[in-house]
């Protein structure tokens, strides 16, 4: 295993001293500045190489997770080429300033409905060349997991750009049957039933069998059997059903425990033969015709698929075997997306392309069948979150930002108090070869400080003094050990210490919940002012009063950064920040953290002469979002009402002040639940 693949199968920064980054690449590296000397980017040691695009792209690694669809343009701002077959580009800057002006406040997602296109072509298109390739006499019917985004704009696109690849659905809980029924209306078209199943559901599923589409029902659980029998019998109509198996292969990464023995969903082997034999009983073996198997969500390895695979084949020969009319194989999904770019077995990417994936399935079937001399199947794959991540971007808008106050100090007076003398002292004796040393003089005259203040000895003047200076010596260590090759583990966490914090018009909970929830790390960069160098290391936080709405985890190569590249904030000009593939999960994940509701939304679609907005989808209401958590804004108008007349009776408020608040209040139940009076923008 590589350096970097051993580095990766952990997740997380190397316990012991790491060496310094190399010199050589501007995009990890820091320089000083005359405002940020903590925070910029060097080149190393010596002088600054002028600032490149090349540089930009390194830095924010936009041709590995980015390829083909996002690139930097020679304006420096991220560009979108949503059909990478086509030498067209919507420059991402202008194409925000051109919502803007449509009335369309930020935080904006943008949807992107020819990368949507190309997902699914591509991911048809490997399936058909390994079939070629390998002279499968079987077909692929690709299926899209509604449960990944459930948005209706977004459904009825997949459904369209799949019409010549009969691409269908796939269905985990009864709601979302009704969705596929009401979406998928092409005779011919394919359904799968996943999920915990009540009888309403199966006898839905059977019945929408009559519509010249395939239904069908996978038992996830073995009671679900007693209900389909039942069902039929009531209706008189035969099921087609499946079996979702409990492997003991499983997947890697955060879902690696969605498979196996302790799975959620799936039969056991005996479980399996048990639906065989009833079935055999009943004189319904014809009615089973699938194998389904799920070994997890983003598996980062092509490996785990290779084992499932195997052992899948050989269950479902041996339920051929046994007399099921086996026609299909689900092999799931899992089909994973390179968030970062580094193209590794990482949980963050993946070391194989949709190629390759496809090779193996097709492959893997054919051994099998033709090992026991059956007829390949129908293959059916549940991909979600490659078809859907790449085709969202949501943009936001930095309101400010805070800055921990480092600068060098002055010298004591000779009359200042010992610590303070103590923490100049400590600032003074920084050096290459007293690093660790000089890292712990200031956390121990910090902590000093603290103790007497504590104690009545010190005075908030002088504690205050005794801060900034324990910040400086901060800055001039960290200045120290980005020049080393070897770094102490003790300072290691230093970088992420003393960046700043941009504050962000958006809310984590609303828009990358996963970042949360599961420490999800997802592209995050400028869309615009890339032909500058950025100069200030910083975290991300959000509109909310959580203290975990912020992103301190950001994507790199070799490591998982605690902070980000970016450029100084100019008074009366935005600066925007994308965040990318984040099209799976996280908008039917959002909730509504300190009342913050869906984001404005918009489908883009390449035009004859650039672009159309397909689509426009309004975000939340204040009032819609109160609606949600039963409050009545008419009701809550007027008890607002009454408390201004009766301090107005009092005369504690006049009549203009009365007229303001009520003006503000009821514009407020009907404006965005995301700041929108900003200061106007003027482009950069």
């Excluded at 007693?226 to 955060?254: N, Q, W």
């Excluded at 390179?338 to 077995?345: A, E, F, N, P």
Aim: hydrophobic share 40%; net charge negative; proline share 5%.
């Amino acid at each position: 295993m590589s350096t970097q693949d051993t580095r990766r199968a952990g997740g997380k920064p190397p316990r012991r001293g790491r060496p310094a980054a190399d010199p050589k690449k501007s995009s990890v590296r820091l320089v000083d500045d005359t405002k940020h000397p903590e925070n910029e980017v060097r080149e190393g040691a010596g002088e600054r190489a002028p600032w490149t695009l090349d540089d930009a792209a390194e830095l924010y690694n936009i041709n590995g997770w980015g390829e083909p669809y996002f690139r930097i343009n020679a304006a420096g701002h991220v560009e979108v080429r949503p059909d990478p077959r086509l030498d067209r580009a919507i420059d991402l800057y202008e194409l925000i300033s051109d919502l803007k002006a449509r009335g369309l406040d930020l935080p904006l997602l943008i949807r992107f409905s020819d990368i949507l296109h190309d997902r699914i072509r591509r991911l048809n298109e490997s399936f058909a060349r390994a079939i070629a390739e390998y002279n499968y006499a079987g077909e692929y019917r690709g299926v899209f997991p509604i449960k990944v985004n459930q948005q209706r704009h977004l459904v009825e696109e997949i459904i369209e750009y799949g019409r010549p690849w009969k691409y269908g659905l796939e269905a985990g809980s009864k709601p979302e049957l009704l969705v596929a029924l009401a979406q998928n209306q092409d005779p011919g078209g394919i359904i799968i039933c996943n999920g915990y199943k009540d009888r309403q559901y199966i006898e839905t599923a059977i019945l929408a069998q009559q519509f010249e589409k395939t239904v069908i029902i996978v038992l996830e659980r073995i009671e679900e059997l007693d209900i389909a029998l039942e069902a039929s019998a009531r209706l008189g109509l035969e099921p087609v059903l499946g079996v979702r198996a409990k492997l003991t292969a499983k997947g890697v990464g955060r879902w690696a425990e969605s498979a196996g023995d302790r799975a959620k969903f799936g039969l056991t082997a005996a479980e399996i033969v048990e639906v065989i034999e009833r079935l055999s009983d009943k004189k319904m073996l014809h009615c089973l015709q699938l194998l389904h198997f799920h070994i997890g969500s983003q598996i980062s390895s092509i490996l785990p698929f290779k084992q499932a695979l195997r052992e899948a084949g050989h269950i479902y020969v041996e339920m051929a075997r046994m007399g099921c009319n086996m026609r299909y194989i689900d092999v799931g999904g899992g089909l994973a997306i390179d968030y970062d770019g580094s193209k590794t077995d990482f949980h963050a990417s993946k070391n194989y392309d949709e190629q390759e994936y496809a090779y193996d399935v097709v492959s893997q079937i054919q051994e099998a069948c033709s090992r026991a001399g059956l007829d390949v199947p129908t293959i059916v794959s549940e991909s979600g979150r490659a078809v859907v991540a790449h085709q969202s971007i949501l943009v936001f808008e930095v309101l400010g930002t805070s800055e921990f106050p480092i600068e060098d100090p002055e010298r004591p007076a000779p009359d200042a108090h010992p610590v303070i003398k103590h923490l100049y002292e400590a600032w003074e004796n920084v050096s290459e070869r007293r690093v660790q040393e000089s890292w712990h003089d200031a956390l121990q005259a910090k902590e000093e400080a603290q103790t007497i203040f504590r104690l009545g000895y010190l005075s908030l003047k002088d504690r205050a003094v005794a801060e900034r200076m324990f910040w400086s010596c901060c800055g001039r260590i960290l200045r120290m050990i980005r020049t080393l090759d070897f770094v102490p583990e003790e300072v290691q966490d230093l970088e992420h210490l003393v960046a700043s914090i941009y504050y962000c018009n958006f809310s984590v909970f609303q828009s990358a919940p996963d970042t949360w929830a599961i420490d999800q790390l997802f592209p995050i960069m400028p869309i615009h002012r890339l032909e500058e160098r950025p100069t200030v290391r910083a975290t991300i936080a959000d509109l909310t009063c959580d203290s975990d709405g912020q992103i301190d985890q950001f994507i790199d190569v070799r490591d998982v950064k605690r902070s980000l590249e970016l450029h100084p904030i100019h008074a009366g000009k935005p600066y925007y920040l994308g965040l990318f593939l984040n099209g799976a999960y996280q908008e039917i994940l959002g909730d509504l953290h300190n009342l913050f509701g869906d984001t404005n939304a918009v489908h883009v679609e390449l035009s004859k002469d650039g672009y159309n907005v397909a689509h426009v989808v309004k975000g939340d209401s204040v009032g819609e979002v109160l609606h949600y958590v039963q409050y009545v804004p008419d009701d809550m108008v007027e008890k607002v009402r009454r408390q201004a007349e009766r301090a107005l009776r009092r005369g504690r408020i006049r009549v203009d002040q009365l007229r303001l608040l009520m003006k503000h209040y009821e514009d407020s139940l009907d404006a965005y639940t995301y700041l929108s009076d900003l200061s106007e923008d003027t482009p950069t």
